[in-house]
């Protein structure tokens, strides 16, 4: 059996979007205090004996979310073609994040964006049943 451990870290950032052809509120701009959820799955220890440090996760996560933090969305790449969905902005952060941290022992294994305290989106590259 193959050991597998699952770190997670929280970040947040605060930005203002504009959700294109909705046919509601949220077709004015509106803002958020995102929480970032980062899931990484590894598969081997270091010497120290860890998988990844914790501040290696939460810096990756944090220089991502700085690109976005307080600024309007849509003016951004690549919001600025395609919808700065929750779902979107998700799939956005977790490539992002993985091109940081992918190595052949840590993988991103998943992207968790609240956008409020009781509203989420868990994006995730790999086929997977939900617990």
Not at 22 to 30: D, I, L
Not at 70 to 79: A, G
Not at 102 to 120: P, Q
């Amino acid at each position: 059996m193959t050991a597998r451990y699952k770190l997670k870290v929280l970040t947040e950032f605060a930005s203002a979007h504009t959700l294109r052809d909705y046919p509601g509120a949220c077709s004015r701009m509106h803002g958020h205090n995102w929480k970032v959820e980062t899931e990484i799955i590894a598969t081997e220890l270091d010497d120290t004996g860890m998988a990844i440090d914790f501040k290696q996760m939460k810096n990756a996560a944090n220089e991502v979310g700085d690109r976005l933090d307080h600024y309007y969305l849509n003016d951004l790449s690549p919001f600025d073609k395609i919808n700065p969905t929750a779902e979107n902005i998700a799939a956005y952060m977790f490539r992002e994040i993985a091109e940081k941290l992918n190595s052949d022992t840590v993988k991103v294994h998943a992207v968790t964006l609240w956008e409020t305290d009781r509203a989420c989106v868990r994006y995730s590259e790999e086929n997977e049943y939900y617990e």
